[in-house]
């Protein structure tokens, strides 16, 4: 049986879940690539892969920032005022290779509010499917 003949819409959307996750956390991985992949075999699927990829990565882009609001901290005024200057609007970039897991873990150490937090990072992450999967369209 060919390999594409596995990946069923049901298939392919629980594996570009898995990979949008795993993409935000600190494993290393590119989520863009199943997703491009995925609507390429299933272009159906663009609304539904759209939101799978945005809600993974931003879990594990959660996933990061609740495992750096663990690490113990001494929060000095230059951190607070880091904190306050950039604060959870920088989390718009949570999604660029490399920085975007060092700002989700900096959110999360310095505790930050984490609803805020969320709603600018799936935000960011949104607006990066969304001009993949119009690209593809």
Not at 18 to 33: C, D, M, N, R, Y
Not at 35 to 47: I, S, Y
Request: proline residues 7%; aromatic residues 8%.
């Amino acid at each position: 049986m060919p390999f594409a003949d596995l990946l069923t819409p049901a298939t392919g959307l629980a594996g570009l879940f898995i990979a949008s996750f795993l993409a935000a956390t600190l494993l290393p991985g590119g989520s863009e690539v199943a997703l491009v992949a995925l609507l390429g075999l299933h272009p159906e699927q663009a609304m539904a892969a759209f939101a799978l990829a945005t809600l993974g990565n931003t879990l594990g882009g959660m996933t990061t920032y609740g495992m750096a609001r663990w690490l113990p901290q001494k929060l000095s005024p230059e951190k607070s005022a880091l904190a306050v200057r950039w604060g959870p609007p920088i989390l718009l970039l949570a999604w660029a290779p490399i920085i975007g897991d060092a700002l989700c873990a900096a959110a999360g150490w310095l505790r930050l509010s984490w609803l805020p937090c969320t709603l600018w990072m799936a935000t960011g992450k949104a607006a990066r499917y969304g001009i993949i999967v119009l690209a593809i369209g």
